[in-house]
């Protein structure tokens, strides 16, 4: 194309958003003339299927739940008068809660006031209270946020030594909807334990964001927590950061959750529109179709020109391959759909894998997340007039030219700031396009059998390594290989994992497992140390 004819063909296409200020720009993606009047019939299906789960139809029919997550910023079309009430219940108390936190009303037993908050969960109950976070915090906050997000004896070791001294105004907030997950589980049981070490009591210091009846609710009940904040079974972990999940933390940095919530509802108004053409999530939920053939043939990259929103990619690679990765269509027939995401920051991208992305197999599309402005501020002139955003500015558009010179696809998404509003829209506005895109290829976007599938392996694993310390220590220090223990546990076809589980546990002193013999696998033995 001519530099005139990209000039029409981006008027032509592109769909702006004035309620959230955001524009979406999909004219470098080679979808045919026909392309969007060809996916009408399927789009409209969308948009009625759309409709219908936001007046409380099943959508998870494996678990009988609604899908209620646009609920959470407009209340007023829960279908229910309760659900209403318990929404806006839970606004009022996550920020009455965290008023008085701030006041010093809530305060620990052996400082004046809380000023740090570590937040221990996983998944969904961690990736929405990052991204948010990351993206609004600074060091002005009303309170400083930390992870424990993940089962890593060293990671979690990091944080709470990090955190040290200040752990006697440390608020933690543990959030699992069953209260059975284990690496939540695990974090919290040791963030209980450092706090006991310096003889700090962890209920006092300790919130819970979970399910009524929960193995979690009774247990913070029975050790006397300061709160418990509901989570709903209508709400999925990768689309709960407008719950409890997300505006506690959020609420207790001090952050805009009002604007927050005020942004994703004016997106969710705009994307309700019957009309692709002026949705941007149909938009990207069919320019997802388009790229990937509807089989999910490509990759999507996203590249964030922005260090607040480094997240954002793990955000969507979570919200996007749980939700779209699926075995099964929505009438059985085997289809393994899904989507995978990968992306960096500009333009710290352009010197890690554009390069790839320009010349090598031409297997993604790119979506250029662009924030108008640079900062809070006047900037430097670093050369002649030109300021360091202006350099960033420059590093997109390049990055953009040098794709579409090699037939690369890409979209834009600009926004004008980083703002709490602008955040919220940009997390309803993919919630819906996922949504969109579940429909356009006949699948069930809110469940996910596969995560399920993995949290029972991991039990098999461990009730592996149950038999065979049993078999160890009843082996009076006799070394054995892993081949002659795997079949005296009766696993004798599990023997790579058994092998697995030894060079783990002879690693590490916490079980007294003992390696000699060889470096490889065939030559090593183990003993009870």
């Not at 690496?183 to 009591?201: C, F, I, S, V, W």
Request: proline share 3%; net charge neutral.
């Amino acid at each position: 194309m001519t530099e005139r004819e990209l000039w029409e063909r981006y008027q032509r296409h592109l769909c702006v958003v004035p309620s959230v200020g955001l524009t979406l720009d999909i004219s470098r993606m080679n979808f045919g003339a026909d392309f969007l009047d060809g996916m009408r019939s399927r789009m409209d299906a969308a948009f009625q299927a759309m409709d219908a789960l936001e007046k409380g139809a099943i959508a998870n029919p494996d678990e009988k739940r609604r899908v209620g997550h646009y609920w959470l910023r407009a209340p007023e079309l829960a279908p229910e008068a309760e659900l209403k009430t318990a929404i806006t219940d839970m606004q009022a108390q996550v920020a009455a809660f965290a008023k008085d936190v701030h006041a010093g009303k809530v305060k620990p037993a052996k400082a004046a006031k809380f000023t740090q908050v570590l937040i221990v969960g996983i998944g969904g109950s961690a990736l929405g209270p990052q991204l948010v976070a990351d993206a609004l915090g600074s060091g002005r906050d009303a309170m400083q946020v930390h992870f424990l997000d993940n089962t890593d004896p060293d990671g979690m070791d990091r944080v709470l030594n990090g955190l040290g001294e200040r752990l006697a105004e440390t608020l933690t907030v543990v959030i699992s909807k069953s209260g059975g997950t284990k690496e939540t589980r695990n974090g919290m049981l040791e963030a209980e334990a450092a706090y006991k070490q310096r003889g700090l009591d962890f209920g006092a210091h300790a919130v819970a964001v979970t399910g009524d009846g929960s193995e979690l609710d009774t247990y913070a009940k029975g050790h006397k927590w300061l709160r418990t904040f509901p989570m709903w079974d209508w709400v999925g972990g990768r689309t709960s950061v407008m719950s409890a999940v997300g505006l506690v933390p959020a609420q207790l940095q001090g952050l805009d959750v009002a604007g927050f919530l005020s942004g994703a509802k004016d997106m969710d108004a705009a994307t309700r529109v019957h009309d692709a053409a002026a949705n941007p999530a149909a938009l990207l939920a069919l320019m997802w179709f388009h790229a990937g053939g509807g089989k999910g043939q490509k990759d999507m990259v996203i590249l964030p020109y922005k260090d607040r929103l480094m997240l954002m990619s793990k955000y969507l690679q979570q919200l996007v391959m749980e939700s779209l990765g699926k075995e099964l269509s929505l009438d059985g027939k085997v289809v393994n759909q899904g989507i995978a995401v990968y992306g960096n920051k500009g333009s710290t991208d352009q010197h890690a894998y554009v390069q790839q992305l320009r010349e090598g197999v031409n297997n993604f599309f790119v979506t250029f997340l662009e924030v108008l402005k640079d900062r809070d501020g006047k900037s430097l002139a670093v050369e002649g007039e030109n300021t360091s955003g202006d350099y960033l500015l420059g590093f997109l558009l390049g990055t953009r030219r040098a794709l579409f010179e090699k037939g690369r696809e890409s979209m834009t998404l600009t926004v004008p700031d980083v703002s709490a509003r602008t955040l919220g829209a940009l997390v309803a506005l993919y919630e819906r396009a996922v949504g969109f895109y579940a429909s356009l290829v006949n699948i069930n976007a809110y469940h996910q059998p596969g995560v399920e599938a993995g949290k029972k392996a991991a039990g098999r694993v461990l009730e592996l390594q149950g038999k065979l310390l049993a078999r160890l220590k009843a082996a009076k220090a006799e070394a054995r290989s892993a081949d002659q223990l795997a079949q005296d546990i009766g696993a004798a076809d599990e023997v790579e994992t058994v092998f697995k589980l030894l060079e783990h546990l002879s690693a590490n002193g916490d079980h007294g497992v003992k390696r000699t013999g060889g470096a490889r696998p065939a030559e090593a033995r183990f003993q009870a140390g």
